[in-house]
């Protein structure tokens, strides 16, 4: 599966957007970007998840860049509640449902 | 119901006890999974059931023992543990292992060996 890499942490004022990279460049035609969350003392939380074309569903949306070698989870106007870990992930068709975490981006939301 | 409940919350043994995780899921998933996590690090992959078949194994000790005596339930048996296996233990579970299917996790089971 293709490696990403976020940044290690971010800081959003309440209310504002939050807008998390993403970088996986050597990823592969049938690999997927997906994004969790995990809010601390809880189990990781799906997002959203996409192949080339932006999405978006009532959590967030996703950027996905043309050459598909980054992409960019946008939270329209985050809270204080969605204060967490973010990951990206790649999956890859026939993995057999493994989903493999990387390091993460730590997300505060500040009043 | 999307929830996966697994218990017990908060479990302590010593390094010679045999104690058991247990994960339910009432969605009709029918793919489960076992993570591991450390503080401050992110979740491991250690097992993978499809149908009730184990199906990945990310090469973990034998200490360590997945069942899954039918597709709402997944135990992991504990046997002889380190202190560095101390972690958290998630459980997950998807409608199957393809690429679309959503994961749900549940909030796991904090480990203590002592």
């Known amino acids: 599966d293709a490696k990403t890499t976020q940044p290690p942490s971010m800081d959003c004022a309440e209310g504002r957007a939050a807008n998390l990279p993403c970088n996986h460049s050597?990823?592969?035609?049938?690999?997927?970007v997906y994004w969790y969350r995990q809010i601390h003392s809880q189990g990781p939380q799906y997002i959203i998840h996409?192949?080339?074309n932006n999405e978006t569903n009532e959590m967030a949306s996703l950027i996905i860049t043309e050459d598909r070698k980054s992409s960019t989870l946008i939270l329209p106007h985050a809270t204080l509640r969605d204060t967490a870990v973010y990951y990206c992930?790649?999956?890859?068709?026939?993995?057999?449902?493994?989903?493999?975490f990387g390091q993460g981006t730590e997300l505060s939301v500040k009043p | 119901d999307t929830e996966v409940t697994q218990t017990p919350k908060h479990l302590v043994m010593g390094m010679t006890n045999k104690k058991s995780l247990k994960c339910e899921q009432h969605?009709?998933?029918?793919?489960m999974y076992w993570y591991k996590q450390k503080a401050k690090k992110p979740p491991e992959l250690m097992f993978v059931?499809?149908?009730?078949?184990?199906?990945i194994n990310e090469s973990v000790p034998s200490r360590f023992s997945p069942e899954c005596p039918n597709s709402s339930l997944l135990n992991l048996h504990l046997h002889a543990l380190q202190p560095e296996d101390s972690a958290l233990y998630l459980c997950?579970?998807?409608?199957?292992?393809?690429?679309?299917?959503?994961?749900?996790f549940g909030s796991g089971t904090q480990l203590s060996v002592l």
């Open positions: 992930i790649v999956r890859v068709e026939g993995g057999g449902g493994k989903l493999i």
């Open positions: 050597t990823i592969s035609g049938n690999e997927y």
């Open positions: 997950a579970s998807s409608q199957g292992t393809g690429v679309y299917e959503k994961l749900f």
């Open positions: 969605m009709g998933h029918r793919a």
């Open positions: 996409g192949l080339k």
């Open positions: 059931y499809s149908y009730e078949k184990l199906s």
